[in-house]
Nanobody, 117 residues
Framework: QVQLVESGGGLVQAGGSLRLSCAASGRTFSSYTWGWFRQAPGKEREFVASISRISNTLYADSVKGRFTISRDNAKNTVYLQMNSLKPEDTAVYCC???????????WGQGIQVTVSS
């Protein structure tokens, strides 16, 4: 079955960096769009970044200039490089894939990112 597994989360000081990875199994997603989302305590899940099959990227205004999404089709993996982290970035981050325009079809389990002051 399809499974997305995130890794690379943890605790980092403000101004530091983390790189999240999301590896997919059960299906090849090189021809589809990947996205990263996050949900902070007491808040709704929000869009962070996405990358298309031709590597067009989109970012939420809150992370532009700080986060970079990328993909490795050979490894069926997407990454989120997070630089200049702020305490406001603290959240559970999850990756997702969509097979067509519209809502995302597959989701990872989520990983915790905590940014301390």
């Amino acid at each position: 079955q399809v499974q997305l597994v995130e890794s690379g989360g943890g605790l980092v000081q403000a101004g530091g960096s983390l790189r999240l990875s999301c590896a997919a199994s059960g299906r090849t997603f090189s021809s589809y769009t990947w996205g990263w989302f996050r949900q902070a305590p007491g808040k709704e899940r929000e869009f962070v970044a996405s990358i298309s099959r031709i590597s067009n990227t989109l970012y939420a205004d809150s992370v532009k200039g700080r986060f970079t999404i990328s993909r490795d089709n050979a490894k069926n993996t997407v990454y989120l490089q997070m630089n200049s982290l702020k305490p406001e970035d603290t959240a559970v981050y999850c990756c997702a894939v969509r097979l067509s325009a519209g809502e995302y079809n597959y989701w990872g389990q989520g990983i915790q990112v905590t940014v301390s002051s």
